[in-house]
Structure formats: C-alpha cells, structure tokens
C-alpha cells in the first residue's frame, strides 16, 4: 500500500492530534511505502499545526569517564570495560547546531534534523529536536543535567506520544517515568568545547518497557496507516500510570537478562552520586 499525504492528515485529525504537541518515536518502514517518505509525514503534522518533538540521540559524543568521576550503580560495573579504553578523544564536541544523529533513530528525526527551523535541546548524548509553533518551548530547559525535560514540558502542554510502528521499547517516556518514581538516572561523559569534560544524565535499557503493555493499552488509541500501527498515549497520563508501577514493582522495567548492568542498578535506585 502507497501511503498518502492526505492519509496521514486524515489520521492526525481523525486522532484529534491537531494543534497539539508530539512526541513521535518511529519506523518509516513500517508504513511500506510513502509517498515523499519521512519529510511528508513531518510536514503533514507541521500543516495541523502540531509541534513535532524527536530523540536525536547521539552517542558519538561520548567520551571514557575521569577516574574521579566514577559512581557505584551506575550501570557500568566495576568500570573494568574502560580499563584498556582509557581514551577521552572524541572527533567533534557537541553544538546544538549539529546534524550528527545515531542511525538507529531513523528517519523521521533525521528529516526533523534536517529542517531550517527545527530546534535541538543542549545535551550531547540524549538531545531532543523539535520543530514546529512551540519548538523552542519544548526543547528550552534541557541540559546535560536534565535529560528528560522536553518530555516534562511536553507533559505540562498536555501532550501525546506517538508510537509508529514501534514497540514500547522505544518509549522513551518510561525513562522520565523511572525518575518520577525515584529513581536516578545514569551518568555518562562529553567533552566541552574548552576540552573539559563534563557529566551528563542519561536513561538506562529500555528492552524490558514491553512488560508495561498490559497496563499502558486501555489508555491508547490506535490506528493503522498503510501497514504501520500507530499507538497514542497522553503524556500526563501515562507518566502517572507507568512511574506508579514501576514504584509498586520495580522488577517492571527489567529486561530479564540476570547479566544487564543497567536494569540491576536501575532497579537498586540508580547511581550512588558523590
């Protein structure tokens, strides 16, 4: 089937997504074919009105932390793995300006990315973009030290994340979800544009979040576009549903895998902080 621009329009009214704010997290091959590809479909929610907010993670940034800057639980070990990795070299520091994204996030934050008038939030690994009438509002607060807050404005604008094509396990929202119920978030490193490296907050493994399906699906609406099955939660609620579960069991959020650092010290609270 040859997806449409006016079949995606017909979907963002028929959701009653018009006007509102997005968090979108995608696969363009789920739909089959698309007329324009990704760059349609951006610009079919830019014409409702909608403001389009992506991950455009980029872990290239990363650089191998200080000695001194080495916390317990945090998702690392013993830290052994960065014993013969010592290097803190990486070819370009992070600017806000910068197009470099990580190829798993696909192609609709790419297009995003590419726009004139997209913004992209202050975070070297885990920035968000954004684009459209409230894109500057969106993306304002995040930092190094604040990962997850154009998700927190999202949900103060009484917004909607929408799952195309993909599993819950690339719903970032349940990160900003485990912070809510008291978790710590990891740390990781970059590199300042003076060569001084800094701290900075980042989420944990995400391949357990499919176990949150059971108690996330009688608050999403569905609709199929070509092939691509497009889920949408309301920000605000799923945060209060999904950080309330994790807080009654923690083991939610585990992948399952005895051996994932991350989900063992997620788990535990997080990282013991200095």
């Not at 789920?30 to 951006?42: C, K, L, R, W």
């Not at 070299?89 to 798993?104: P, S």
């Not at 989420?203 to 609709?223: A, L, M, N, T």
């Amino acid at each position: 089937m040859n997806v449409k621009t006016e079949d995606i329009s017909s979907a963002i009214i028929d959701l009653g997504l018009s006007n509102k704010p997005v968090c979108i997290h995608s696969s363009l091959r789920s739909f089959g074919s698309v007329d324009g590809g990704a760059e349609s479909i951006v610009h079919a929610f830019l014409n409702q009105g909608c403001t389009i907010l992506v991950p455009s993670f980029s872990s290239r940034f990363a650089v191998y932390p200080p000695d001194d800057q080495r916390p317990e639980r945090n998702g690392c070990g013993d830290y052994s793995w960065f014993t013969n990795n010592n290097s803190t070299e990486t070819k370009n520091i992070f600017t806000c300006t910068t197009n470099e994204l990580d190829r798993d996030m696909g192609a609709i934050p790419k297009a995003v990315l590419n726009m004139q008038d997209r913004r992209r939030g202050n975070h070297p690994l885990n920035s968000f973009a954004a684009v459209g009438p409230l894109a500057d509002e969106l993306i304002l607060e995040q930092k190094p030290a604040n990962v997850y807050a154009p998700l927190e404005t999202l949900s103060e604008l009484n917004g909607k994340v929408i799952l195309m094509g993909v599993g819950l396990n690339r719903l970032t929202l349940l990160h900003l979800a485990e912070k809510m119920a008291g978790r710590t978030m990891f740390r990781r490193w970059a590199k300042e544009a003076d060569g001084s490296i800094i701290t900075v907050e980042t989420g944990g493994c995400s391949e357990g979040f499919h176990k949150f399906d059971e108690i996330v699906s009688e608050i999403s609406d569905e609709i199929t576009v070509g092939e691509s099955l497009w889920r949408v939660f309301d920000v605000k609620r799923l945060l209060g549903i999904a950080s309330k579960a994790i807080q009654q069991n923690p083991l939610i959020t585990h992948c399952g895998n005895t051996d994932c650092e991350r989900c063992n010290d997620a788990i535990l609270g997080g990282p013991i902080l200095f």
